[in-house]
């Protein structure tokens, strides 16, 4: 996938070195001429500084927004981070946003995007996400994590040259977001069954295939070689374009997501230094695995068994055959480079035990992990 074009809206996507100067190119090519690039410190380093440099030998004038981080070190998609931004968008001047980075400025940027009106170009520092084509932003307000309607990108310029200098833990954190795809695709199918939730078989499909894609080359990845990147970043782009195509999010997050929000709000509060969005969700991947499966073949529950497995138990089984066991899950994260387990995270037992309990809540999906909990 070097260039695709037209696809739900995505103009061009383009996967290849060099891809940067093709951005500054485009942008001049559609005839833009006041850009805001947002950043943070890091990206604009590693992408930020060629792309404005690039922009100088053309027509469009670029102004910078360099996203302040927390006390904690990180930038977050917060009020102020989404005010920051705001605050720079020159009304009937500016017409294009860039967002320079992973996922947490693509969710300022297309927030912002999508209430201003203006279009945004996305240039991906690291294979870390799969949400750069996403038209939703989990957004932190007041605390609390909610996904908002936003815009997806015109235009996603990925440059392999920059990619593969991405740190291995941000490397890992993409393979992680991937491996979130077993349970995920589960829970879909789950909640179409049990509740009659929304579902397309194509949109499946082609989440299932960049899934399966990026577990044929884990270790490629894990190495970190040309071939190995360029397969991470293409199922991660394939697998936001599946969420485009459906048009929500249920291809790519099920109970591991939830699971994986309900930590990061709870470091928020503690004010503790945020942790990978994909190694989070890795790790939930893993232990959703063990729960369903506990649940399914061996009769274990946190309360009462679920009338959706007394009513669906052989198809729900069939389903679970697919999805890798704790320990398998656990394997594939570690040959990727990336963190295994709650404990490797810093997740404590208290905090793990009432993510399980109460994480079902932050979205209204008919997960397993949800019939487990109103069960009791």
């Not at 850009?35 to 690039?54: C, M, P, V, W």
């Not at 491996?179 to 695709?185: A, D, Q």
């Not at 989440?207 to 190495?223: P, Q, S, W, Y």
Request: hydrophobic residues 40%; proline residues 5%.
């Amino acid at each position: 996938m070097n260039r695709i074009s037209g696809e739900h809206g995505l103009e061009r996507m383009v996967l290849e070195k060099g891809a940067v100067q093709s951005a500054a190119s485009y942008l001049e090519q559609k005839g833009f001429r006041h850009a805001i690039l947002a950043a943070d410190g890091n990206t604009y380093a590693a992408a930020g500084k060629q792309l404005e440099q690039e922009l100088t030998k053309t027509d469009v004038g670029v102004r910078l927004c360099l996203l302040a981080p927390e006390p904690s070190g990180d930038v977050v998609a917060d009020e102020q981070a989404l005010l920051q931004l705001l605050l720079e968008v020159q009304p009937g001047q500016t017409d294009i946003m860039i967002a320079v980075g992973s996922g947490t400025i693509h969710d300022i940027v297309r927030f912002v995007s999508y209430k201003t009106g203006l279009p945004f170009v996305s240039v991906p520092t690291a294979p870390s996400v799969d949400g750069f084509t996403s038209k939703g932003a989990p957004l932190i307000v007041r605390g609390v994590k909610t996904t908002f309607p936003a815009s997806a990108p015109i235009a996603i310029f990925a440059d392999l040259d920059i990619l593969m200098q991405a740190p291995q833990p941000l490397v890992a954190a993409g393979f992680g977001d991937m491996l979130g795809k077993y349970t995920s695709l589960f829970d879909w199918k789950f909640s179409h069954l049990t509740a009659a939730e929304p579902y397309d078989e194509e949109a499946a499909a082609m989440t299932e295939k960049a899934l399966r894609d990026c577990v044929g080359h884990v270790d490629e990845i894990g190495n970190r070689t040309e071939a190995g990147i360029r397969i991470l970043m293409t199922a991660l782009i394939e697998s936001g374009v599946a969420m485009l195509r459906f048009g929500q999010s249920h291809p790519a997050s099920g109970a591991e997501h939830h699971v994986s929000h309900f930590w990061e709000m709870e470091y928020l509060r503690r004010g503790k230094r945020a942790l990978l969005h994909g190694a989070k969700v890795g790790v939930a991947c893993a232990e959703i695995s063990r729960l369903y499966h506990d649940a399914a073949y061996r009769g274990m529950y946190p309360g009462r068994e679920p009338a959706q497995l007394r009513n669906y138990g052989d198809r729900v089984r069939e389903w679970l055959h697919e999805v890798p066991s704790k320990a398998e899950i656990r394997s594939l994260l570690r040959r990727a480079g990336g963190p295994a387990s709650r404990e490797e995270l810093g997740i404590d037992e208290e905090l793990f035990g009432r993510s399980l309990r109460e994480a079902h809540r932050l979205r209204d999906r008919h997960t397993l992990l949800r019939a487990l909990n109103e069960a009791q």
